[in-house]
């Protein structure tokens, strides 16, 4: 009987625990987890600060036996290093646990920035569900609190801070807001935004020091020294791979994947924020930590764990790793697709309308738009996906788009659907 262990205890843990038992009844199944609560979404803990959910809600199974229903066992518990040579997984009580095959679903951790009286008392990262019950007790109305980070992450947590009534201000580094996501003009109209919205905004700006006491001191780059109740940081977060060093398996930016999500070494599989996967877009392989992406490469390494148990070719391929961001700043709408910085030799056009807030950039490789981003444009959000991740050849539209960048949706039904009835005919013919 095959030994599959799963670590990790979020999403990708849950669907690839979940896939497994559906194909493999009689495998034995761990997935290890290192919080003491059952597997949570930390996409939820916004809402749990909100107040749309409580903690059950953030709960990714909502039935306390569901589990144990599956015959899957949970440990809380950490893996301090794997042994890929010897098949076995060393956890921090001491104890070796060991596998036939392997995955590494970890996720992310946040960023600790190397700032004198970062682990004072009062200041949070905002990841787990300790870190929002600390952060609720401080976040009250009229709360002076100041947040590291305007990235992703950063402005899903501040709509949830705004929406708690707190006195919000802003350090972000870099020299606009969603620096990741957003360019000049895009991330500079989000700044306008929440500076109407009552945010202090500092772009282009370091906390250089966090001194403790009730109120905190914060001293930042810009010479300005503030007196606050809580300070979160969301200075990003990188793949939770550490205890992987000297492992045998391969990590870049994170574990190095092919297409079936298995590692350079055979029988071991990552997925999720921790695994680094090809983009067919960009051409390269990226860690893409969103949740689809978890989703889809967990089913993908879970077929994959079973064949390999039972000596079989691994069936399943990851198709491509979705490059997608929607983000809700206080009510503004922000999108980012694909290499939406552009590529070396392409083509771009932009349209702004600062005084409706509202942008657009899009960027053509040949007659392939291999990236976009829009700011308070909604009406085009599918279709600038659809055109991004389907590689759509656009022919004469790519010129009509650089004239007239809204004609999003009608170049995407003449040259997408087009595509898909050639690709149907080709097919038929095959037959």
Sequence with gaps: MTHHVILGAGPAGVIAAETIRKHAPADTITVIGDEREPPYSRMAIPYLLIGNVDEQGTYLRKSPTHFADLTVNVLQTHASRVQAATKTIVLDTGESLAFDTLLVATGSHPVHPPIPGIDSPGVHTCWTLDDARAIMVLAVPGARVLQLGAGFIGCII???????????????????????????????????????????????????????????TVRLSNGKQMAVDLVISAAGVRPAIGFLEDSGITCLRGVLTDAHLQTNVAGVFAAGDCAEAFDKVSGKTIVSAIQPNAAEQARVAALNMVAFGRGLALPAELK????????????????????????????????????????????????????????????????????????????????????????????????????????????????
């Excluded at 003009?185 to 500092?202: L, N, P, S, Y």
């Excluded at 590689?391 to 009608?410: C, E, F, H, I, Y």
């Design 158 to 216: 501040m709509e949830a801070l705004a929406a708690r009534g707190v006195k919000l201000s802003v350090v972000e580094m870099g020299d606009r807001m969603v620096p990741r996501m957003m360019g000049p003009t895009a991330g500079g109209m989000i700044r306008d935004w929440c500076e109407a919205k009552g945010v202090e905004v500092f772009t282009g700006t370091r906390v250089d020091a966090i001194a403790a006491g009730v109120p905190l």
């Design 320 to 431: 491509g790793v979705t490059q997608i961001n929607v983000l809700d700043t206080l009510g503004l709408i922000s999108t980012s697709f694909g290499d939406w910085e552009g590529v070396e030799g392409g083509e771009h056009v932009e349209l702004t309308d600062k005084a409706a807030g509202r942008h657009l950039s899009l960027q053509f490789k040949d007659d392939v738009m291999v990236g976009c981003n829009s700011v308070g444009w909604t009406e085009h959000v599918g279709v600038m996906r659809g055109l991004v991740e389907g590689q759509v050849k656009l022919g004469d539209w790519k010129d009509v788009l650089k004239n007239d960048p809204t004609q999003l949706t009608a170049a995407y039904l003449a040259c997408a659907q087009a595509q898909d009835q050639w690709s149907g005919a080709q097919d038929a013919r095959r037959r």
